[in-house]
T-cell receptor, first 117, second 109 residues
Framework: DAGVIQSPRHEVTEMGQEVTLRCKPI?????LFWYRQTMMRGLELLIY????????DSGMPEDRFSAKMPNASFSTLKIQPSEPRDSAVYFC???????????????FGEGSRLTVL | TQLLEQSPQFLSIQEGENLTVYCNSS?????LQWYRQEPGEGPVLLVT?????EVKKLKRLTFQFGDARKDSSLHITAAQPGDTGLYLC?????????FGDGTTLTVKP
């Protein structure tokens, strides 16, 4: 079975450019999470969706970041304009509604490593 | 203030040694999870503990949830190079999961 699929795996861009990261969750999972991982701040939640609706975006750093989930099988995280401090690994994760509620297992993609020069 | 404090931050040991890493908090949790993350990959769930005092074993890994459900430990017996990775603890927090900063374990052959 396919896991969570993220693209691109690596992205190098210049400051000021728009970056779009993509995620396909596991079929049947109705929770989708976007995390960012850096050495300084660890793994921090940016935003999560339930049934395609954004539930909590309090972790989104600022207005340059936006996320959408137009349907159950696709989500995007966009940064516009990008800055060097946005350099990090961005993970998408999904969770099943039947795997224990709050104790459910998160299934992570392989991440998108973003470098902003 | 971090919700979860993990220690040590880094640990480097020789193959065959035993080790324990910790996840501590001042808050009480309904459950706690441990994930392992290998380089270039996303975290993968190892175990979920839900009962105070609970001990779970996964081959050479032993997980314990504190009696007061505020802390947890992970003990690895006879560590192997394949155990190398970042060990993260996580707790449910209003529908989402909050992670500690992790312990980076290196097991040298």
């Amino acid at each position: 079975d396919a896991g969570v699929i993220q693209s691109p795996r690596h992205e190098v861009t210049e400051m000021g450019q728009e970056v779009t990261l993509r995620c396909k969750p596991i079929s049947g999972h109705d929770y989708l999470f976007w995390y960012r991982q850096t050495m300084m701040r660890g793994l921090e939640l940016l935003i999560y969706f339930n049934n395609n609706v954004p539930i909590d975006d309090s972790g989104m750093p600022e207005d340059r970041f936006s996320a959408k989930m137009p349907n159950a099988s696709f989500s995007t995280l966009k940064i516009q304009p990008s800055e060097p401090r946005d350099s990090a690994v961005y993970f998408c994760a999904s969770r099943s509604p039947t795997s224990g509620g709050e104790t459910g297992e998160l299934f992570f993609g392989e991440g998108s490593r973003l470098t902003v020069l | 203030t971090q919700l979860l404090e993990q220690s040590p931050q880094f640990l480097s040991i020789q193959e065959g040694e035993n080790l324990t890493v910790y996840c501590n908090s001042s808050s009480v949790f309904s459950s706690l999870q441990w994930y392992r993350q290998e380089p270039g990959e996303g975290p993968v769930l190892l175990v979920t503990v839900v009962t105070g005092g609970e001990v779970k074993k996964l081959k050479r890994l032993t997980f314990q949830f504190g009696d007061a459900r505020k802390d947890s430990s992970l003990h690895i017996t006879a560590a192997q190079p394949g155990d190398t990775g970042l060990y993260l603890c996580a707790v449910p927090n209003a529908g989402k999961s909050t992670f500690g900063d992790g312990t980076t374990l290196t097991v040298k052959p």
